[in-house]
């Protein structure tokens, strides 16, 4: 997807779904400021991260990696029958929103790797499933500047 966005300039979120600090969730954490609130809402987008690692037919020319775009875009409408944080999109997002991408470092992947096997059933609530998912959440994503992207994917 990320080669994709270098090469058109544009990424479609996948059925136009993304994250972002909505009214929705600034009312479920009210002691927390817009900082620890996107923190929150870029959590939900590499979890989601995993479903796309755990529904993708992947070449294996990379190991699995959590990877979140943050872009500044209007056009989000809020979608709390999903979650807190979801939105759907209207459009496209340019190159040009992007503000910056986080990606997994090589280190987490072999905890990515086991938290994608077992999403679906963290999501259905089994809790052995949840530790799974914590060691990779416990894996900081890496900034990088949008103008970064290219580069990047390079060095992938």
């Known amino acids: 997807m990320l080669q994709r966005l270098v090469a058109d300039g544009e ?8 994250f972002a600090v909505t009214a929705a969730l600034r009312e479920a954490y009210t002691a927390g ?18 479903r796309l690692l755990a529904a993708e ?9 959590r990877v979140v775009i943050a872009a500044d875009v209007d056009g989000a409408t809020p979608r709390p029958d999903l979650d807190d944080a979801v939105v759907r999109l209207d459009a496209a997002v340019p190159m ?3 503000a910056s991408v986080h990606v ?17 059933a ?12 914590g060691d990779a959440e416990d894996h900081e994503l890496a900034w990088y ?5 290219p580069f990047l994917l390079e060095l992938l």
């Open 11 to 18: 990424i479609d979120a996948v059925s136009g779904t993304a």
């Open 33 to 50: 400021d817009d900082d620890e609130l996107a923190e929150v809402a870029m959590g939900e987008a590499a979890r989601a991260s995993l």
């Open 57 to 65: 037919d992947d070449d294996g020319a990379l190991g699995p990696r």
């Open 96 to 98: 040009s929103a992007l």
């Open 104 to 120: 997994d470092l090589g280190a987490a992947e072999s905890d990515v790797a086991r938290a994608v096997a077992v999403i679906d």
């Open 122 to 133: 963290a999501d259905l609530g089994d809790e052995e499933a949840e530790f799974v998912l």
């Open 145 to 149: 500047a949008a103008q970064e992207l």
